[in-house]
């Protein structure tokens, strides 16, 4: 993917990861993107790498922290704030104190809110340009790093953006190494006292398990009484395959070709 | 002229021996400590030998009678040698031991030659070759200077004739044994294999495999933990020196024979593995070196001229594996092993591959996060959910969704407690469970499953390597089982058998574990069973590993068949020697590509019996076999079998079995 | 074209005289005006409808003529009268609006989405919701456009802001322009879709820049009095598996079927124009273009089209040219990755890759266990088979039994000469 990449001699870079929570059982873990963050560092030659979070640190959390670690870093700096705090302003001191040239973070956090907002308020914060989404770094060099940004049904476009930056990953992004046990249990976690700032709005949501969003009925606004009566005795889809026996390859590709169609796979 | 010479000859030769067996003894202890009771261990050696050694050997009865002539009269007539030659005690019936014993040596060296004179593929050449011709030196020597000792020859006849050339001959030749035979056997030559072996044997690091006069040894197949709580204590084994000693020492026992490389299921796949050089590359790496003087056959990948012999090489303190680049071994052939044990099985000094693979993995899991393919992925899974597919622990039921099966939970005991392993969540097996209740329903037994509390075993983890998530799952299977009463546990996964019997001991769990041939076999010597009359073609069974070998149940399943009125068609490899599937130890999930795969071969050894359904008792099994593409017999689990012949009781039994019948046939 | 439907009584009549030498070419010329070979229906010189039956229907696989009375035959006809449907809905005006709800359409390919239109309905909630004191929904579009139905999608005022330096991904320059119109006219609620096409960037920035708080993942909306601006949302958090319900904010990214898309009324669409022109800015990301992208190397997982091949296909030239043509992701049987065929990483399955398609298509796929196993969590499934009594034939929502590589062939040609037809249309 980077075949001519250059090393960049101490390339600072700062991934931010959150802890994650597995979508079936809701265990923590590391997040997936930003596991894919911590990876995209990784495949840039020479940088430097740093691990942040801020949050609250218990056993379930650390857990998920050390699988970081586990990737092969001797060391997270972990900036200590209670549940339901605002990160922002820590995350962005830590940052302005020791300025990398990149960071690089998830899309959005796998807990809380999860709204994704955080990188473009720290980017706004800093001052600092910020691609979201991006699937691959091709190349730092003078102070410009060329990015692959991922674009749904896999495809991609290619922008160059002015360092230091904020680069946000999508999942299209390469799927991160083992987390490896040995190296997790050693690993340090380096915790730092921030001031807190709590985030009064969110603490009067209400936070429910996610229902299950209804499905759109298809609505037949018809015009006359047949529209209508067709619309309501129509038969129901699905029921039993329809299996084409004794056509001509024509007649078959022509049933594939108007099922393609429908479901709107062909471009 | 001899009389000072053979002694200043034998003294000087086992004063270099023993030099050199101080010096292999300090490449052995540069492992790491084990625990071994060394004197009962000497003590017991020469039974192991005797017994369990030949046992083994005895497989092959050529071979195993020549090694007891050839073995039996070296041994007699070093001994006497020293006494009769060292120490001139030739007078009376010594002598005409000793010549017996050369005698008898040689004899011996004449069949070994005849085995080299075309020995096949799995044999090492080298210097292995030149073996039999150093035998017969030794014997032929010996003999003849020790016909003028007992008076057959006169005294002087050598020197008298004043053929000088003729002693001087004599004396090259028996330098030539005693090099090859004494020197050698502590200096690196074919012979340490009986200076190593006799001491692997006496300090082996599975004692209790081997059988003492109380009775037979048990097949301890079970892992070995890892300590985790240990920060300070390595996470496998990244380079030679951390093996335990007694392994290394097991390594050097190797004596080439290459019986684990012709059962070796991967070998054959033809996957970079041959057991053999990975045996041997342990060799070159306690002792620093390339792995050039290897004379054996190589791995395959390495015939097909990918990994030429020569480009690894090692130290005691490098790395096995290297990240990048090569080291001594490459990781693919350690991914490549099924640890299906057939190696150790068949190994004649007892050397256990399966651990060190195992040990191995463990450093390339544990500390570098490499488990290839889809490795990673079902660890995560593991981790996350519990088990390998990533599935929602909640749902680990919902095959039985119409069976209610009665949970630990609301029964809190139950005579048997029925193990579903995660075949629960595969479409194919759940037949298989369905199948299984079906039969337990048919025999009133009193039953219970965990359901939703049931975990993976760890089976697929500890094998890919990582015994953090092995015993993770453990403790929790263990502390969710200690809320329960139950007899025994019955599984239809051999693999769960294992673990939770063989494996969990060391964790705290101990379980009476027992797979469903075994105990249908039982069920049905109780008349708990009763089955029609077998209609079907002909029928062959496949021993699962880690029912077979692992837990050496060979004859509970063919009892079923039996029972069932099937005569089993064996294949050429069954019992002990049958041949993997190719689905143990995450084989399939690491999945390292070979020239074919191995239940493709296996269906060709079902294939040669010409029955059309081939028995089988593991998950594993019959999907690795039920994914050959045009396979020539069905594959059915034993509890399927049983399931479909399931009829009432004759009407002696009354009509209360009946009853159960009518339960038992709306469960399927 | 005018319109105005004209009639030619003489036409007619001869359509109606099935002896008259020149019938059929009369019926074919009526016909073709309705988009189909022949006219099967038509208003008569009275008003009355007139049919031909003998046009109607079409041949069956086994030769019979079929008719279909569930109207989709001749659904596709109604070109003329959808047109007139779309003039007839009608048209609401908002001259002076209390306030402005701001939409900022993603545009993929220069046309109002799925996910555009549901957030306009969206707007249309907000807008009308009271009617003595009625919103305006203000869109804001960036860049060339082929849409024509900003007035049938619920818009009342359309900023249209193009120029090279807002075309492409241009962030910042998007950005600029977004404040510039909430310093115009403030409007009082912003939406933008929380799409990857580009609005879930966009609306943060927005957000972030304004130093806002925006909802995200906004897909349900209710009145509430307790809210500052009338209105509570259910917003999904903690990446889909928490429902949030908090007060409508000003800004809020919406999910794809938050609302109705506007059906019944049409609306001015009138242009609009920032009262200053935009600042000229640096730029710091530079937009390098969209990559070219092989679909055959997009992850199984993520594909919604797959097209796979297993032990039946022998013409693999041919199968990877369909895949191609069809845009669709490659995928393969556990056996055709044994064989060597494909690549491992392509294996669909239990003990390959589980995925999630909307479109899966099994060409020589006998349907194995484990297989259909991991196609669980597809929509359709097409299977393309010799053997009629295959499990994946069951499995098959549509299954063609013929020869893989001839059907395959047959598929290529038909979609080239559509995609043909499309580009001589356009």
């Given at each position: 993917?980077q075949?001519?990449?250059h090393?960049?001699?101490?390339?600072?870079?700062?991934?931010?990861v959150?802890?994650?929570?597995?979508p079936?059982?809701?265990?923590?873990?590391?997040a997936?993107q930003?596991?894919?963050?911590?990876?995209?560092?990784r495949?840039?030659?020479?940088?430097d790498?740093?691990?942040?979070?801020?949050?609250?640190?218990?056993?379930?959390n650390?857990?998920?922290?050390?699988?970081?670690?586990g990737?092969?870093?001797?060391?997270?700096?972990?900036?200590e704030?209670?549940?339901?705090?605002d990160?922002?302003?820590?995350?962005?001191?830590a940052?302005?104190?020791?300025?990398?040239?990149?960071v690089?973070?998830?899309?959005r956090?796998?807990?809380?809110?999860?709204?994704?907002?955080?990188?473009?308020?720290?980017?706004e914060?800093?001052?600092?340009?910020?691609?979201?989404?991006?699937a691959?770094?091709?190349?730092?060099?003078?102070?410009?790093?060329?990015?692959?940004?991922?674009?749904?049904?896999?495809?991609?476009?290619r922008?160059?953006?002015?360092?230091?930056?904020?680069l946000?990953?999508?999942?299209?992004?390469p799927a991160?190494?083992q987390?490896?046990?040995?190296?997790a249990?050693?690993?340090?976690?380096?915790?730092n006292?921030?001031p807190?700032a709590?985030?009064v709005?969110?603490?009067?949501?209400q936070?429910?398990?996610a229902?299950?969003?209804p499905?759109?009925?298809?609505?037949?606004?018809?015009?006359?009484a047949r529209?209508?009566f067709?619309?309501a005795a129509?038969?129901?889809?699905?029921?039993?395959?329809?299996?084409?026996?004794?056509?001509?390859?024509?007649?078959?590709?022509?049933?594939?070709?108007?099922?393609?169609k429908?479901?709107?796979?062909?471009? | 002229m001899?009389?000072?010479?053979?002694?200043?000859?034998?003294f000087?030769?086992?004063?270099?021996?023993?030099?050199?067996?101080w010096?292999?003894?300090?490449?052995?202890?540069q492992?790491?400590?084990?625990?071994?009771?060394?004197?009962?261990?000497?003590?017991?050696m020469?039974?192991r030998?005797?017994?369990?050694?030949?046992?083994?050997?005895?497989?092959?009865?050529?071979?195993?009678?020549?090694?007891v002539?050839t073995?039996?009269?070296?041994?007699?007539?070093?001994?006497?040698?020293?006494l009769?030659h060292?120490?001139?005690?030739?007078e009376?019936?010594?002598?005409?031991?000793l010549?017996?014993?050369?005698?008898?040596?040689?004899?011996?060296?004449?069949?070994v030659?005849?085995?080299?004179?075309?020995?096949?593929?799995?044999?090492?050449?080298?210097?292995w070759?030149?073996?039999?011709?150093s035998?017969?030196?030794?014997?032929?020597?010996?003999?003849?200077?020790?016909?003028?000792?007992?008076?057959?020859?006169?005294?002087?006849?050598?020197?008298?004739?004043?053929?000088w050339?003729?002693?001087?001959?004599?004396?090259?030749?028996?330098?030539?044994?005693?090099g090859e035979?004494?020197?050698?056997?502590?200096w690196g030559g074919?012979?340490k294999?009986a200076?190593?072996?006799?001491?692997?044997?006496a300090f082996?690091?599975?004692?209790?495999?081997?059988?003492?006069?109380g009775?037979?040894?048990?097949?301890?197949?079970?892992?070995?933990?890892?300590?985790?709580?240990?920060?300070?204590a390595?996470l496998?084994?990244e380079?030679p020196?951390d093996?335990?000693?007694?392994q290394?020492?097991?390594?050097?026992a190797?004596?080439?024979?290459?019986?684990?490389?012709?059962?070796?299921?991967?070998?054959?796949?033809?996957?970079?593995?041959?057991?053999?050089?990975?045996?041997?590359?342990?060799?070159v790496?306690?002792?620093?070196?390339?792995?050039?003087?290897?004379?054996?056959?190589p791995?395959?990948?390495?015939?097909l001229?990918?990994?030429?012999?020569?480009?690894?090489?090692?130290?005691?303190?490098g790395?096995?594996?290297a990240?990048?680049?090569?080291?001594?071994?490459?990781?693919?052939?350690?991914?490549s092993?099924?640890?299906?044990?057939?190696?150790?099985?068949e190994?004649?000094m007892?050397?256990?591959h399966?651990?060190?693979?195992?040990?191995?993995?463990?450093?390339?899991t544990l500390e570098?996060g490499?488990?290839?393919?889809?490795g990673a992925?079902?660890?995560?899974?593991?981790?996350?959910?519990?088990?390998?597919?990533?599935?929602?622990?909640?749902?680990?039921?919902?095959?039985?969704a119409?069976?209610?099966?009665?949970?630990?939970?609301?029964?809190?005991?139950?005579?048997?407690?029925?193990?579903?392993?995660?075949?629960?969540y595969?479409?194919?097996?759940q037949?298989?469970?369905r199948?299984l209740v079906?039969?337990?329903?048919?025999?009133d037994?009193?039953?219970?499953?965990?359901?939703?509390?049931?975990?993976?075993?760890?089976?697929?983890?500890?094998?890919?390597g990582d015994?953090?998530?092995?015993?993770s799952?453990?403790?929790r299977n263990?502390?969710t089982?200690?809320?329960?009463?139950?007899?025994?546990?019955?599984?239809?996964?051999?693999?769960?058998?294992?673990?939770?019997?063989?494996e969990?001991?060391?964790?705290?769990?101990?379980?009476?574990v027992?797979?469903?041939?075994?105990?249908?076999?039982?069920?049905?010597?109780?008349?708990?069973?009763h089955?029609?009359?077998?209609k079907g073609?002909?029928?062959?069974?496949?021993?699962?590993?880690?029912?077979?070998?692992y837990n050496?149940?060979f004859e509970?399943?063919?009892?079923?068949?039996?029972a069932?009125?099937?005569e089993?068609?064996?294949?050429?490899?069954?019992?002990?020697?049958?041949r993997?599937?190719?689905?143990?130890?995450g084989?399939?999930?690491?999945?390292?590509p070979?020239k074919?795969?191995?239940?493709?071969?296996?269906?060709?050894?079902?294939?040669?019996?010409?029955?059309e359904l081939?028995a089988?008792?593991?998950?594993?099994?019959?999907?690795?076999?039920?994914?050959v593409?045009?396979?020539?017999?069905?594959?059915?689990?034993?509890?399927?079998?049983?399931?479909?012949?399931?009829?009432?009781?004759?009407?002696?039994?009354?009509?209360r079995?009946?009853?159960?019948e009518?339960?038992?046939?709306?469960?399927? | 074209?005018?319109?105005?439907?004209?009639?030619?009584?003489?036409?007619?009549?001869?359509?109606?005289?099935?002896?008259?030498?020149?019938?059929?070419e009369?019926?074919?010329?009526?016909?073709?005006?309705?988009?189909?070979?022949?006219?099967?229906e038509?208003v008569g010189?009275?008003?009355?409808v007139?049919?031909?039956?003998?046009?109607?229907?079409?041949?069956?696989?086994?030769?019979?003529?079929?008719?279909?009375?569930s109207?989709?035959?001749?659904?596709?006809?109604?070109?003329?009268?959808?047109?007139?449907?779309?003039?007839?809905?009608?048209?609401v005006?908002?001259?002076?609006?209390?306030?402005?709800?701001?939409?900022v359409?993603?545009?993929?390919?220069?046309?109002?989405?799925?996910?555009?239109?549901?957030?306009?309905?969206?707007?249309?909630?907000l807008?009308?919701?009271?009617?003595?004191a009625?919103?305006?929904?203000?869109?804001?579009?960036?860049?060339?456009?082929?849409?024509?139905?900003?007035?049938?999608?619920?818009?009342?005022?359309?900023?249209?802001?193009?120029?090279?330096?807002?075309?492409?991904f241009?962030?910042?320059?998007?950005?600029?322009?977004?404040?510039?119109?909430e310093?115009?006219?403030?409007?009082?609620?912003?939406?933008?879709p929380?799409?990857?096409?580009?609005?879930?960037?966009?609306?943060?920035?927005?957000a972030?820049?304004?130093?806002?708080?925006?909802?995200?993942?906004?897909?349900?909306?209710?009145a509430?009095?307790?809210?500052?601006?009338?209105w509570?949302?259910?917003?999904?958090?903690?990446?889909?598996s928490?429902?949030?319900?908090?007060?409508?904010?000003?800004f809020?990214?919406?999910?794809?079927?938050?609302?109705?898309p506007?059906?019944?009324t049409?609306?001015?669409?009138?242009?609009?124009?920032?009262?200053?022109?935009?600042?000229?800015?640096?730029?710091?990301?530079?937009?390098?273009?969209?990559?070219?992208?092989?679909?055959?190397?997009?992850?199984?997982?993520?594909?919604?089209?797959?097209?796979?091949?297993?032990?039946g296909v022998?013409?693999?030239d041919?199968?990877h040219?369909?895949?191609?043509?069809?845009?669709?992701t490659?995928g393969?049987?556990?056996?055709?990755?044994?064989d060597?065929?494909?690549?491992r990483?392509?294996?669909?399955g239990?003990?390959?890759?589980?995925?999630?398609?909307?479109?899966?298509?099994?060409?020589?796929?006998s349907?194995?266990?484990?297989?259909?196993?991991?196609i669980?969590?597809?929509?359709?499934?097409?299977?393309?088979?010799?053997?009629p009594?295959?499990?994946?034939?069951?499995?098959?929502?549509?299954?063609?039994?013929?020869?893989?590589a001839?059907?395959?062939e047959?598929?290529v040609?038909?979609?080239?000469?559509?995609?043909?037809?499309?580009?001589n249309?356009?």
């Amino acid at each position: 993917m980077q075949p001519d990449t250059h090393a960049i001699e101490g390339l600072a870079v700062t991934v931010l990861v959150s802890v994650g929570r597995h979508p079936v059982t809701g265990r923590s873990r590391r997040a997936d993107q930003d596991a894919r963050g911590v990876e995209l560092a990784r495949s840039l030659p020479g940088a430097d790498i740093g691990l942040l979070h801020a949050g609250r640190l218990d056993a379930g959390n650390e857990a998920a922290l050390r699988g970081y670690l586990g990737m092969g870093f001797d060391a997270l700096t972990l900036i200590e704030q209670p549940e339901n705090s605002d990160a922002l302003p820590a995350l962005a001191e830590a940052l302005k104190a020791a300025p990398p040239q990149l960071v690089i973070t998830g899309e959005r956090a796998e807990q809380g809110e999860g709204s994704g907002l955080l990188p473009y308020l720290l980017a706004e914060r800093l001052g600092w340009p910020l691609v979201s989404g991006l699937a691959a770094v091709e190349d730092v060099s003078a102070g410009v790093a060329t990015v692959l940004q991922a674009l749904p049904r896999g495809q991609r476009r290619r922008l160059k953006v002015r360092l230091p930056a904020i680069l946000t990953v999508d999942a299209a992004a390469p799927a991160p190494r083992q987390s490896a046990f040995g190296p997790a249990q050693r690993g340090r976690l380096e915790v730092n006292e921030a001031p807190v700032a709590a985030d009064v709005e969110l603490a009067e949501w209400q936070f429910n398990p996610a229902r299950k969003r209804p499905k759109r009925l298809k609505i037949v606004k018809a015009a006359s009484a047949r529209d209508r009566f067709k619309a309501a005795a129509a038969k129901a889809e699905g029921g039993g395959g329809q299996v084409l026996t004794d056509v001509t390859a024509e007649q078959g590709a022509e049933a594939v070709y108007k099922l393609l169609k429908e479901e709107g796979v062909l471009r | 002229m001899l009389d000072t010479l053979l002694p200043i000859l034998i003294f000087a030769s086992l004063a270099l021996a023993v030099i050199g067996a101080w010096r292999r003894v300090r490449l052995w202890r540069q492992g790491r400590s084990a625990p071994v009771d060394l004197l009962k261990g000497l003590a017991a050696m020469p039974r192991r030998y005797l017994v369990d050694l030949h046992h083994v050997v005895a497989r092959d009865k050529v071979m195993s009678n020549t090694h007891v002539a050839t073995a039996g009269g070296f041994v007699a007539a070093a001994v006497l040698m020293v006494l009769v030659h060292g120490l001139g005690l030739a007078e009376g019936v010594l002598g005409w031991v000793l010549l017996a014993a050369s005698a008898t040596m040689f004899v011996g060296s004449c069949f070994v030659a005849r085995r080299r004179r075309n020995p096949p593929a799995r044999l090492s050449k080298g210097p292995w070759m030149r073996l039999p011709k150093s035998l017969m030196a030794f014997s032929l020597s010996i003999f003849a200077i020790t016909l003028p000792a007992v008076g057959l020859l006169p005294d002087g006849f050598v020197e008298g004739s004043g053929s000088w050339v003729l002693a001087l001959a004599l004396c090259a030749v028996l330098v030539w044994g005693l090099g090859e035979m004494v020197f050698g056997m502590t200096w690196g030559g074919p012979m340490k294999h009986a200076f190593a072996g006799a001491l692997h044997l006496a300090f082996h690091r599975r004692p209790e495999r081997f059988s003492t006069k109380g009775g037979e040894g048990n097949r301890s197949t079970g892992l070995k933990a890892l300590n985790l709580d240990d920060r300070q204590a390595p996470l496998g084994v990244e380079t030679p020196s951390d093996f335990t000693w007694n392994q290394l020492l097991g390594f050097d026992a190797c004596v080439q024979c290459g019986r684990c490389e012709a059962v070796c299921p991967a070998f054959a796949a033809g996957q970079p593995l041959n057991p053999k050089k990975l045996i041997q590359d342990m060799v070159v790496g306690m002792a620093g070196g390339s792995d050039a003087h290897y004379a054996g056959s190589p791995h395959p990948s390495q015939a097909l001229g990918g990994k030429p012999v020569g480009e690894h090489r090692g130290s005691p303190d490098g790395p096995i594996v290297a990240r990048e680049g090569k080291a001594l071994v490459d990781a693919d052939t350690l991914w490549s092993c099924t640890t299906c044990r057939a190696c150790v099985e068949e190994c004649p000094m007892m050397i256990e591959h399966v651990d060190a693979i195992v040990d191995m993995r463990r450093f390339l899991t544990l500390e570098h996060g490499n488990t290839p393919n889809k490795g990673a992925e079902v660890l995560d899974n593991l981790i996350a959910t519990d088990n390998p597919g990533g599935f929602d622990p909640g749902a680990r039921m919902h095959w039985a969704a119409d069976l209610e099966l009665p949970l630990m939970r609301d029964r809190q005991q139950a005579d048997v407690l029925l193990w579903l392993g995660d075949g629960a969540y595969d479409m194919r097996n759940q037949r298989t469970l369905r199948a299984l209740v079906k039969v337990l329903r048919a025999a009133d037994v009193d039953f219970a499953v965990l359901g939703n509390e049931e975990r993976d075993s760890g089976d697929v983890a500890r094998r890919l390597g990582d015994e953090a998530t092995f015993q993770s799952l453990a403790k929790r299977n263990i502390a969710t089982l200690s809320q329960y009463r139950f007899q025994r546990i019955l599984t239809c996964d051999p693999h769960s058998f294992h673990v939770l019997g063989n494996e969990y001991g060391e964790l705290g769990g101990h379980y009476a574990v027992c797979h469903h041939s075994t105990y249908i076999a039982e069920l049905y010597d109780a008349g708990r069973l009763h089955f029609k009359p077998w209609k079907g073609g002909s029928v062959t069974y496949h021993d699962p590993c880690y029912l077979g070998r692992y837990n050496g149940e060979f004859e509970a399943p063919r009892n079923v068949l039996r029972a069932l009125g099937i005569e089993v068609a064996e294949m050429e490899r069954s019992g002990f020697r049958s041949r993997c599937c190719g689905g143990g130890g995450g084989a399939p999930i690491t999945d390292i590509p070979g020239k074919q795969r191995i239940p493709d071969m296996r269906m060709g050894d079902v294939r040669e019996t010409g029955a059309e359904l081939v028995a089988v008792g593991c998950p594993q099994c019959t999907a690795m076999l039920e994914g050959v593409v045009d396979a020539s017999a069905e594959v059915r689990d034993i509890a399927e079998l049983v399931a479909d012949a399931l009829i009432a009781a004759p009407a002696s039994t009354g009509e209360r079995s009946q009853t159960q019948e009518a339960q038992a046939a709306e469960v399927l | 074209m005018s319109e105005i439907l004209r009639r030619d009584p003489r036409k007619e009549w001869i359509a109606r005289n099935r002896l008259h030498p020149q019938h059929l070419e009369v019926l074919a010329e009526l016909g073709r005006s309705a988009g189909q070979g022949a006219a099967s229906e038509w208003v008569g010189p009275h008003g009355l409808v007139r049919r031909n039956p003998h046009v109607v229907g079409f041949m069956g696989p086994n030769g019979l003529k079929r008719i279909d009375r569930s109207g989709v035959q001749q659904g596709a006809g109604g070109g003329r009268a959808a047109k007139a449907a779309a003039q007839s809905k009608p048209l609401v005006e908002i001259e002076s609006p209390a306030f402005l709800v701001t939409v900022v359409p993603d545009m993929a390919g220069g046309r109002l989405t799925g996910h555009d239109r549901d957030l306009l309905g969206l707007a249309r909630q907000l807008a009308d919701a009271d009617p003595a004191a009625p919103g305006a929904v203000l869109a804001v579009i960036f860049g060339d456009h082929k849409e024509d139905g900003f007035a049938e999608a619920g818009i009342d005022r359309l900023l249209h802001l193009d120029g090279p330096e807002v075309e492409g991904f241009a962030p910042e320059a998007r950005l600029g322009a977004l404040v510039a119109v909430e310093n115009a006219w403030t409007p009082r609620h912003w939406l933008i879709p929380d799409s990857k096409l580009g609005g879930a960037d966009l609306g943060r920035r927005l957000a972030a820049r304004l130093g806002e708080r925006p909802a995200t993942g906004v897909w349900q909306l209710e009145a509430s009095d307790e809210a500052d601006l009338g209105w509570s949302c259910t917003a999904r958090g903690a990446a889909g598996s928490l429902d949030i319900q908090r007060p409508l904010p000003r800004f809020a990214l919406a999910l794809a079927e938050c609302a109705e898309p506007v059906s019944d009324t049409r609306h001015a669409a009138s242009e609009l124009t920032l009262p200053q022109a935009l600042p000229a800015r640096l730029s710091r990301i530079e937009d390098l273009g969209q990559v070219a992208v092989d679909p055959a190397g997009v992850a199984l997982s993520e594909a919604e089209f797959i097209l796979s091949a297993g032990n039946g296909v022998r013409d693999w030239d041919g199968f990877h040219h369909a895949a191609e043509v069809l845009g669709a992701t490659e995928g393969a049987s556990r056996v055709a990755v044994d064989d060597g065929f494909m690549a491992r990483n392509r294996q669909v399955g239990a003990t390959g890759t589980w995925v999630t398609a909307r479109v899966y298509v099994a060409v020589g796929i006998s349907g194995a266990i484990q297989h259909l196993q991991g196609i669980q969590s597809c929509d359709k499934v097409v299977a393309i088979n010799m053997d009629p009594g295959c499990d994946m034939i069951k499995r098959a929502d549509l299954a063609v039994i013929g020869d893989s590589a001839k059907v395959l062939e047959a598929l290529v040609a038909l979609v080239e000469q559509a995609r043909e037809e499309k580009r001589n249309a356009a």
